[in-house]
């Protein structure tokens, strides 16, 4: 049975945790970095961040600054379209882990030519694979598969410390989101669970998609 996610977004404190617990455990490099007049840093995923904590923020007309905190990662879709895509020129390149559900690029990616790399990247509606110029392979977040397959959590969901993350069983997670949604809309009736029914990665967002990140959510 596939294990899922849930992101709980309304209690994300963006203390960028999970973030940097992601770049430690696959023994990621460090990225040049610079002010650019917001908390969000690195600008985007890239080949050394699977993972990045996007920061949205605005003013309501009564002049209340709302932040919206948002922990990026690959959904690991039910049906990948990264995957499919890859599939009619390479086969192999990208992959799905049949005891997880996880979507995983393999050595096999450094084959596609680059514009059937950005075929790839572009086939995904969450905007999530980077290609990494100096292996000329796919990256992404690979639901630490390698943890997950020993018994344990992902390290993200490991080490955030307010409960914003959980993992399990598809069904399990599921039924939590419901429940955590139910108690979420006392205080954020717009809440809602984004592309719960196609992603294993799903994100309960306390206000419509278009006040977080672009690709937030797809429907």
């Known amino acids: 049975m596939p294990k899922s996610f849930l992101v709980d977004t309304t209690r994300c404190t963006a203390c960028r945790g999970c973030q940097i617990a992601c770049k430690e455990w696959h023994d990621l490099p460090a990225n040049d970095t610079r002010q650019r007049g917001t908390h969000q840093n690195p600008p985007d995923l890239n080949p050394n961040n699977y993972k ?3 920061f949205r923020e605005r003013l309501t007309a009564e002049g209340t600054v709302i932040w919206n905190f948002f922990p990026d990662q690959c959904r690991h879709c039910l ?3 990264c995957k499919d895509t890859a599939d009619k020129v390479v086969p192999g390149a990208m992959i799905q882990d049949q005891k997880t559900g996880a979507v995983l690029p393999t050595e096999k990616s450094a084959a596609l030519s680059a514009a059937d790399a950005r075929a790839v990247i572009n086939a995904c509606p969450y905007n999530i694979p980077r290609l990494d110029a100096k292996t000329n392979r796919l ?3 690979d639901m630490c598969v390698d943890r997950v397959s020993n018994g344990m959590q992902p390290i993200c969901v490991k080490t955030c410390p307010t409960g914003c993350m959980s993992f399990g069983e598809r069904e399990e997670m599921l039924v939590l ?3 955590r949604l139910e108690n ?3 205080r954020f009736p717009k809440a809602f669970l984004a592309d719960y029914r196609d992603v294993n990665v799903i994100y309960l967002l306390g206000e419509e998609k278009e006040h977080y990140y672009e690709y937030a ?3």
């Open 217 to 219: 959510a797809f429907l």
């Open 177 to 179: 989101a419901q429940k």
């Open 52 to 54: 990045i904590v996007r």
């Open 79 to 81: 049906v990948p379209n």
């Open 139 to 141: 990256t992404k977040c």
């Open 184 to 186: 979420v809309k006392k």
